[in-house]
């Protein structure tokens, strides 16, 4: 039994490490000299920054900016909002109710790419197009995030809000003031599903936005690698590799988090 | 003013946002999504009301149902694929040393913090037909260079192996964490019986996933038929179309020949097939119960 259980131990991780494999290939890579790039070894001493100084020229950073003005607006919007209507789904009573949650969920069945066409139109005669605002708005309404928020009010405890409306506190206060910073279970992981989400968007922003400079790293990076033979595979790894440090610190700081999130969004 | 009536104000203040901005950026859309169908139009000169030949022309467009018949292809080795494999090393994760499995863990979720094109950034430099490190390597088991993504026949899989490589520790997570709360005496009281290894996988874990497999399968399947962003980077649909998928073909007709109306009629055509296949899908998992 355990003989079996390191074998397995010893096969899980050489697998771990050959999935991770191309994420090596993609950091050592980068550091290396155009010449030297399809080389299998690792020359520690031949090492140059030059990719990466190739690459300011690209304008990637004006991107990486741009990614984070677009995800970071898209996130905390977002958070706002679907925790209101969350709050008011879950917790409030009113005449509409169960009609307003049913149409709202009925949106998560329309997929981005059947609406995509008609979508681009109206944001372009909303005046968005080639605009921060074309890249941000439309991405911030979804029913999924109200959905998460409905559920994990449900679960909240109701005595805070009584006591709260016996101190006279109205409803929107008591939510801005009580409900809303105790509502970090839901926001985080919810902040990690946005953010990388949106990070990650490449259709919409290839759809909406033509101005070279808003364009977004998804967007930049697609242009690097399509630029043909010209550019040099260790230039577009470096930039490729500038583009995941957002994410990778995402990821490497919320990590606990993250698994919580997919807790959440597998089973309930 | 009573408490019910500010409550009920309350209540609407706090959905406005969405209410208005689902109804301009999702409703709305999916509606003017069917009335542009029945037109022809370019995007730049008014539109002409053509009734529903639009959908005569998609019924008659080869190129089109061949990109439907590529995203059936797709979804039907992925969708197992990735089920399967994320199930396997959920299982198998589960059964290693606890030391370890933080590790491992982090090895296979990493490619989760790689965004879909820098995905398809590393794997074209990996698959490069003339001095990638992939050819490299069969070079030394002696086996003659590949195209891969530049082969008519090798592409697809090589697309496919992308988008598993990159979902393969994010869903094996949601399975790891339902096999986590399934409780120990069930596998006690099954090996008082007998059942062990195998068969206590088959009688109890298996039965006790079931919702969460529906629910990966379901998941996975709706974005299988929207598959985009590493065909968009790596081929472009190519070559000769052999990677040509729906969405791929709607964004061609509708921002590279602008054909507005016609790729509307398309969108809408792809929604009713995502919407049957889910249908199906629901239906097909409840009546096993």
């Known amino acids: ?268 | 003013m009573n408490f019910k009536r500010k409550e009920t104000l309350t209540a609407y203040g706090f959905l406005l946002p969405n209410l208005l901005g689902l109804t301009v950026f999702v409703f709305v859309p999916m509606v003017y999504a069917f009335y542009v169908s029945l037109h022809d139009w370019n995007a730049l000169s008014p539109k002409v009301f053509i009734g529903f030949d639009n959908y005569k022309k998609l019924a008659e467009d080869k190129d089109w149902w061949q990109s439907v018949y590529r995203t059936f292809i797709f979804t039907i080795i992925y969708v197992p694929l990735l089920v399967g494999s994320s199930l396997f090393f959920a299982v198998v994760m589960n059964n290693i040393k606890k030391k370890f499995e933080g590790l491992a863990r982090t090895l296979f979720l990493l490619p989760f913090a790689i965004t879909s094109v820098i995905s398809a950034v590393i794997w074209m430099f990996l698959y490069d037909p003339r001095n990638g490190f992939i050819n490299q390597l069969l070079d030394l088991l002696g086996i003659p260079t590949q195209q891969f993504l530049g082969s008519t026949s090798q592409a697809m899989i090589a697309i496919i192996i992308v988008i598993l490589w990159i979902n393969l520790g994010y869903n094996m997570m949601i399975f790891l964490a339902a096999i986590k709360e399934i409780p120990t005496d069930y596998y006690e009281a099954a090996q008082i019986d007998g059942a062990t290894g195998w068969r206590a996988f088959w009688n109890i874990t298996l039965p006790l996933l079931r919702p969460t497999t529906i629910f990966i399968l379901i998941v996975t399947t709706i974005g299988s038929f929207q598959v985009f962003d590493q065909i968009m980077v790596m081929t472009k649909g190519g070559p000769a179309n052999s990677t040509m998928v729906s969405v791929l073909y709607i964004y061609k007709q509708a921002f590279e020949f602008l054909n507005m109306g016609y790729a509307s009629a398309l969108a809408v055509v792809l929604f009713l097939i995502i919407f049957v296949l889910s249908l199906t899908q629901l239906r097909m998992y409840s009546d096993k119960d």
């Open chain 1, 1 to 268: 039994m355990t003989k079996n259980k390191r074998l397995l131990t010893i096969f899980t991780i050489a697998c771990g490490i050959l999935i991770v494999l191309p994420i090596f290939f993609l950091v050592i890579s980068s550091f290396k000299a155009p010449e030297e790039v399809f080389k299998p070894n690792l020359n520690i001493t031949k090492l140059t920054m030059e990719n990466f100084e190739a690459v300011m020229e690209k304008n990637i950073l004006r991107a990486i900016w741009n990614s984070l003005i677009v995800s970071t607006s898209v996130t905390v919007i977002a958070l706002l909002f679907h925790s209101m209507s969350g709050y008011a789904l879950s917790r409030l009573n009113f005449p509409g109710k169960n009609l307003v949650f049913g149409w709202m969920i009925s949106t998560l069945m329309v997929p981005f790419t059947v609406i995509m066409i008609p979508l681009y139109m109206v944001t372009k005669n909303l005046g968005m197009a080639n605009s921060y605002l074309g890249l941000i708005v439309p991405m911030i309404f979804n029913a999924y995030g109200i959905f998460l928020f409905r559920q994990f009010y449900k679960d909240f405890p109701k005595e805070l809000e009584e006591a709260a409306y016996m101190e006279g506190l109205s409803i929107a206060r008591t939510f801005f003031r009580i409900v809303l910073p105790l509502s970090k279970p839901m926001m985080i992981p919810l902040t990690i599903g946005f953010f990388t989400a949106n990070w990650n968007n490449y259709l919409w922003p290839l759809i909406i936005n033509q101005k070279e400079e808003l364009w977004v790293v998804q967007v930049a990076l697609a242009n690097i690698v399509g630029g043909g033979y010209e550019t040099s595979w260790s230039i577009v790894l470096a930039a490729a590799l500038l583009c995941a440090v957002p994410t990778f610190i995402v990821f490497f700081s919320m990590q606990k988090y993250l698994v919580d999130g997919i807790k959440t969004s597998g089973i309930k």
